[in-house]
């Protein structure tokens, strides 16, 4: 059986189950002390506060050299890339299936692979061993496991949930994995985020003669900011306001690339690492600012350093 994972529980959840847990400590015959089991058990159950209509909460999940991201809306979840699996650890396992249990998700509408590459696909097997999974697709759906049963990105392909529109494209000129990378364009209230994959420039100058080459706010930076990628073309084509890079940290790559980031800084772009801010947490449809798990209270990082 695998690990039960407690959903996240909101703050005034917790108030009222500390008032139950409280009420039955009361002696017995105390009046409205059996109404502390059903307080306390909100903590075991909890109500989820559903997403606004026409928005999209974003996760890009902290899995170290790899990517993966979770897109809600108020009735539909899916999975951009499910991070990798080297030897016995695996990071759909271990990172990706439990944070979709703990946001309470328990179904994907899809599972999108952007391509076979260990370190977006790698994880992919356990999350749909964990999670039912009703449709899986890929840039690169013959190099996937049969298991997965796999489709192809189907560049075009677009489809509305909740108010919010989602749109896939390819290169159909790719020579090779990263340049067949699935992209997809997450549109909420008129704030867009684009996931590219591992896309290299030759795919970037495809991408611009597509019609997704529209102006955005949030870009996953392609190949994880490597040197091959995030063209100076492309960025002034997109004028995105902020990046998202998904690394290891002291990768062996180098990501991401000094002369990428210095690219970003000169056109004013905000840049969230996962490496130095952990999981990242962004509702799209709000233009607000992103959540950064590491910038989160707790006790054992407030705890003062020992002399």
């Known amino acids: 059986w695998p690990?039960?994972?407690?959903p996240l529980i909101p703050l005034w959840v917790w108030g009222l189950s500390s008032l139950g847990a409280?009420?039955?400590?009361?002696?017995?015959?105390?009046?409205l002390r059996v109404l502390g089991w059903p307080l306390l058990l909100l903590a075991v159950w909890p109500p989820?506060?559903?997403?606004?209509?026409?928005?999209?909460?974003?996760?890009?999940?902290?899995?170290?050299?790899?990517?993966?991201?979770?897109?809600?809306?108020?009735?539909?979840?899916m999975l951009y890339d499910a991070g990798a699996r080297v030897a016995d650890f695996d990071l759909g396992e271990r990172v990706v299936l439990p944070t979709l249990?703990?946001?309470?998700?328990?179904?994907?509408?899809?599972?999108?692979?952007?391509?076979?590459?260990?370190?977006?696909?790698?994880?992919?097997?356990?999350?749909?061993?964990?999670?039912?999974?009703?449709?899986?697709?890929?840039?690169?759906?013959?190099?996937?496991?049969a298991a997965l049963q796999s489709a192809s990105c189907d560049s075009g392909l677009s489809w509305h949930w909740n108010g919010a529109r989602f749109t896939l494209w390819q290169w159909t000129g790719a020579a090779d994995g990263n340049q067949a990378?699935?992209?997809?364009?997450?549109?909420?209230?008129?704030?867009?985020?684009?996931?590219?994959?591992?896309?290299?420039?030759?795919a970037e100058r495809a991408l611009l003669g597509s019609p997704l080459?529209?102006?955005?706010?949030?870009?996953?930076a392609p190949h994880h900011g490597s040197r091959t990628s995030s063209s100076m073309a492309l960025l002034r084509r997109l004028t995105p306001k902020a990046v998202l890079i998904s690394r290891g940290q002291g990768n062996?790559?180098?990501?991401?690339?000094?002369?990428?980031?210095?690219?970003?800084?000169?056109?004013?772009?905000?840049?969230h690492d996962s490496a130095e801010q952990g999981a990242l947490k962004l509702r799209l449809g709000t233009f607000g600012q992103p959540e950064s798990l590491r910038q989160q209270r707790r006790f054992w990082r407030d705890w003062p350093a020992m002399p």
């Not at 409280?22 to 009046?31: A, D, I, S």
């Not at 990378?181 to 030759?202: K, Q, Y």
């Not at 080459?213 to 996953?220: E, G, P, S």
């Open 3 to 6: 690990a039960w994972v407690a």
């Open 22 to 31: 409280l009420l039955l400590l009361l002696p017995k015959g105390v009046p």
């Open 48 to 77: 989820q506060d559903p997403v606004p209509e026409g928005e999209v909460e974003i996760w890009q999940l902290d899995v170290g050299q790899g990517l993966s991201f979770i897109l809600r809306t108020r009735d539909h979840a």
């Open 101 to 145: 249990h703990k946001l309470g998700i328990r179904r994907l509408d899809l599972m999108l692979l952007s391509h076979a590459d260990n370190d977006h696909a790698g994880g992919a097997l356990a999350v749909q061993r964990g999670i039912p999974v009703s449709q899986v697709r890929s840039g690169e759906p013959e190099a996937l496991p």
């Open 181 to 202: 990378s699935c992209v997809l364009l997450v549109e909420a209230g008129g704030e867009r985020l684009l996931l590219t994959g591992d896309i290299d420039v030759h």
């Open 213 to 220: 080459a529209v102006r955005i706010h949030w870009l996953q």
């Open 252 to 271: 062996a790559f180098g990501h991401p690339h000094p002369q990428v980031v210095a690219r970003y800084r000169q056109l004013g772009m905000v840049i």
